[in-house]
């Protein structure tokens, strides 16, 4: 009977070594799946002077994240987020009715940069706009 237990204990420690090497494992895999600048995305910045295209590499889950990582926007914060007032160095003439238009692949955000996630693979538009 002694043989049995000691058995069985050597055993029950071998399955208990294995089941931990299997978790240490997996919860190593888990953190490998994301990597740094996981997602890419291209911004295209339209002014009067021309188009300038930015491709960004980055982990943010959302545009602002992106935009200010790469210091392409600056603004005022407000109860509903950033209101950008500077786009790749050109800060917008309120006096004029000047104002930066997001869209996302052609198509109106109804979002602000604080709000609007961004996927891996990502079109933005940031327009420099006269008239409200």
Do not use: H
Request: proline fraction near 1%.
């Amino acid at each position: 009977m002694n043989t049995r237990n000691t058995i069985f204990r050597s055993a029950v420690l071998v399955l208990l070594a294995v089941l931990i090497a299997a978790m240490a494992l997996c919860t190593g895999c888990a953190k490998t799946q994301t990597q740094a600048g996981s997602k890419t995305i291209t911004v295209d910045i339209v002014t009067a002077d021309g188009t300038t295209t930015k491709t960004i590499t980055t982990d943010a889950e959302f545009l602002r994240g992106a935009l200010e990582q790469e210091k392409l926007i600056a603004g005022d914060e407000s109860q509903y987020g950033l209101f950008v007032k500077t786009v790749n160095g050109v800060t917008i003439n309120e006096a004029n009715q000047e104002w930066w238009c997001f869209t996302k692949g052609g198509e109106a955000l109804f979002s602000g940069v604080d709000t609007t996630p961004i996927a891996d693979g990502d079109k933005f538009e940031i327009t420099l706009t006269v008239g409200y």
